[in-house]
């Protein structure tokens, strides 16, 4: 099978390029052949919050790929359609999680040609943006009608997607459970050993990893914070990732709370055994999301053995499987927080669901995936 995986790939940042990078290596691990055709340019400069959009550490993940596509300038799309087709692709994935790129991937669709048109495929990453902008459903109605299946990675997407689109059957309609992230190589000291490599000490610590986004609630967080000192005693929350609006907001509410000394917060965009060194120094990730479609955090945790303390978001629940990997925070906000911190360290802890997160991680394998895709060209 050639696979065309049409999306942002290295050296730009992000959950969607790592997972466009380990699809396209499970798909060849599996015998098959890919190709990644990339954006030249991803987001105009006036609209990026962040302080960079490319990944420039040494431990990326490098991959070639064919960079042709600037979703506002239409120049491009046809440009971007021969760059597929001259793979002659039996399917190709489109990586879906953004509503502004619209009539881009609109653009490109129409320039493919029938044949190559019936084998294109969207992943859903993110259906609508988490910060609801006027106009994003359209725009993404817009893109996801030229599509002829959908691949979606939490059941919970798959409603969303039926709700925007019932026009859509659900034959069209694709399952597989996010992979979890097992390209990062696990840091091989102890929990102390990566707390001291980091330069944090406590009995007790939480990790807030990822872009720092309105919705994903690490506001929440901070505010729980006295509470959760207050009911587990030595513990401190570790941020890790870079602010995608003011860090000043944050460290107000730092100050507010007079947790200075329990916070420690640092902006780089982590990738490689840095993002394992994060996990590994902590006792559970927490994502007190306000709203979420599936986070990639999750995989990276479950890949690298960490429990996870997450909201009821759209499909965190989902991806919690079952709550074996963690606790459930029953609703966002900050006494909520507390509570689900709580029970996870009265339940003994990170010891006390390793093992089940090691099991899960054996579950969640790009493998899955793979067949799925599998079917799915068979069907076309």
């Known amino acids: 099978m050639r696979v065309v995986l049409f999306g942002p790939a290295y050296p730009f940042r992000g959950g969607v390029p790592h997972f466009s990078a380990a699809l396209s290596a499970a798909l060849q691990k599996a015998g098959h052949e890919t190709k990644l055709v990339n954006f030249e340019k991803l987001f105009p400069r006036f609209l990026f919050p962040g302080k960079s959009q490319t990944d420039e550490s040494?431990?990326?993940?490098?991959?070639?790929?064919?960079?042709?596509?600037?979703?506002?300038?239409?120049?491009?799309?046809?440009?971007?359609?021969?760059?597929?087709?001259?793979?002659?692709?039996?399917?190709?994935?489109?990586?879906?999680?953004?509503?502004?790129?619209?009539?881009g991937y609109r653009g490109v669709a129409r320039a493919l040609s029938e044949k190559y048109r019936q084998r294109l495929v969207y992943v859903n990453h993110d259906l609508i943006?988490?910060?609801?902008?006027?106009?994003?459903?359209?725009?993404?109605?817009?893109?996801?009608?030229?599509?002829?299946?959908?691949?979606?990675?939490?059941?919970?997407?798959?409603e969303r997607l039926k709700r925007l689109m019932p026009e859509v059957s659900a034959e069209r309609i694709f399952y597989a459970p996010h992979p979890s992230f097992d390209h990062y190589r696990k840091f091989s000291g102890t929990t102390a050993e990566a707390r001291q490599k980091i330069g944090i000490s406590a009995e007790r610590v939480l990790l807030f990893f990822g872009f720092v986004r309105r919705y994903k609630g690490l506001d929440l967080l901070l505010r729980a914070m006295p509470q959760i000192v207050k009911d587990n005693g030595d513990v401190k929350l570790l941020v890790c990732g870079p602010f995608h609006?003011?860090?000043?907001?944050?460290?107000?509410?730092?100050?507010?709370?007079?947790?200075?000394?329990?916070?420690?917060?640092?902006?780089?965009?982590f990738s490689g055994e840095d993002v394992s060194l994060c996990f590994a120094a902590a006792d559970a990730v927490v994502l007190p999301y306000r709203s979420a479609t599936q986070s990639g955090v999750?995989?990276?945790?479950?890949?690298?053995?960490?429990?996870?303390?997450?909201?009821?978001?759209?499909?965190?629940?989902?991806?919690?499987?079952?709550?074996?990997?963690?606790?459930?925070?029953?609703?966002?906000?900050?006494?909520?927080?507390?509570?689900?911190?709580?029970?996870?360290?009265?339940?003994?802890?990170?010891?006390?669901?390793?093992?089940?997160?090691?099991?899960?991680?054996?579950?969640?394998?790009?493998?899955t995936l793979v067949g799925v895709l599998e079917t799915l060209k068979a069907e076309i």
């Open 58 to 103: 040494p431990n990326a993940i490098r991959l070639e790929s064919e960079r042709v596509f600037i979703a506002w300038k239409p120049r491009t799309w046809k440009a971007t359609a021969l760059a597929i087709e001259s793979f002659a692709p039996d399917l190709i994935l489109a990586m879906w999680w953004m509503p502004t790129f619209g009539p």
């Open 245 to 269: 609006e003011s860090r000043a907001r944050y460290e107000r509410l730092v100050n507010e709370f007079g947790i200075e000394d329990r916070v420690t917060i640092d902006d780089r965009y």
């Open 129 to 158: 943006s988490h910060e609801r902008r006027p106009g994003d459903k359209w725009l993404a109605r817009m893109a996801l009608n030229r599509a002829s299946r959908f691949l979606v990675l939490s059941r919970a997407e798959g």
């Open 298 to 367: 999750i995989p990276i945790a479950i890949a690298l053995g960490t429990p996870v303390i997450a909201t009821r978001a759209g499909g965190l629940d989902e991806a919690m499987s079952g709550h074996r990997i963690g606790e459930i925070i029953q609703e966002p906000q900050p006494q909520a927080i507390a509570e689900a911190v709580k029970k996870f360290y009265d339940a003994g802890g990170r010891a006390a669901y390793e093992e089940t997160v090691h099991a899960e991680a054996k579950k969640q394998s790009w493998e």
